[in-house]
């Protein structure tokens, strides 16, 4: 299985690399405690179609090594930057969900734009959900304090009763199975303890309203109408209005869980994304509605 060594600490990171060697690249960052198994929906598709298609399990998550440190964002958005150093990728479209969509943001703005041309956001957190002084109307910290003491008590509870609101599961054609529902679980629980709460101290400090404008590129940001998690006025609107040169594509009836309840919607929308921005992709490897 591939790996490479963060640039930070040299812990050793697994990713996957699919599709062509030449055809134009995507690099999916993954949702707090998933790795890069829930892009399936989108990665497969894409690469059968002739683009190559790259995803990360961040420190702590899926098959890269358990680590102590290195769960503040700087960190987790130079490993990023360190997978594209390493596969020597060029006009890269980044693709984040939820927290994966602050690592992105913080890897162009720390690192500029020699090998990323475009950005994804998809069902953000960012610019951020907690209030801060760059999010006055997000949640009362005091409440997202009182949810880790519950996460921490049973985290395999705690992702089970929040699973229909994930998925936005009331809502019709959001149906999934129960035993893709379970599978997506145990993949979260996968992620260990320490990355767990790690990722969600991340999320809970998140404030990246003074970076969004310095995102000099084009930004596509997918938000569904009915997400709990990163609710659509405080973080997908919010986004898409910051970036210089955004496009905010609503989905209707869309929870959190969208990469899987409109995969399909999803995959055609990065389809088009990336290939509008396709040109020179790699060096030779050294291993709804529309609104703005």
Known sequence: MPYYESPVDGTRLHYVDHGPATGPV?????????????????????AEAGYRCVALDRRGHGRSDDTWSGYDLDTLADDVHGLLDHLGLREVTLIGHSVGSGEVIRCVTRHGLGRVARVALVAGVSPGVVRSPGTPDGVDPEAVRADDEVFRRDRAAYFTALADDFFAAHLPGNEMSPPYVRYLIDRCLSATPRAANGVRAVVAALDLSAELPALDLPVLVVHGTHDTSAPLELTGERAARLVPDGTLKVYENAGHGLFATHAARLTADLREFVAAGAGRTAEPARSGSARR
Do not use: D, K, N, T
């Open 26 to 46: 995507a690099v999916f960052v993954s949702s707090a405690y998933l790795g890069h198994e829930m892009w399936e929906y989108q990665m497969l598709p894409l």
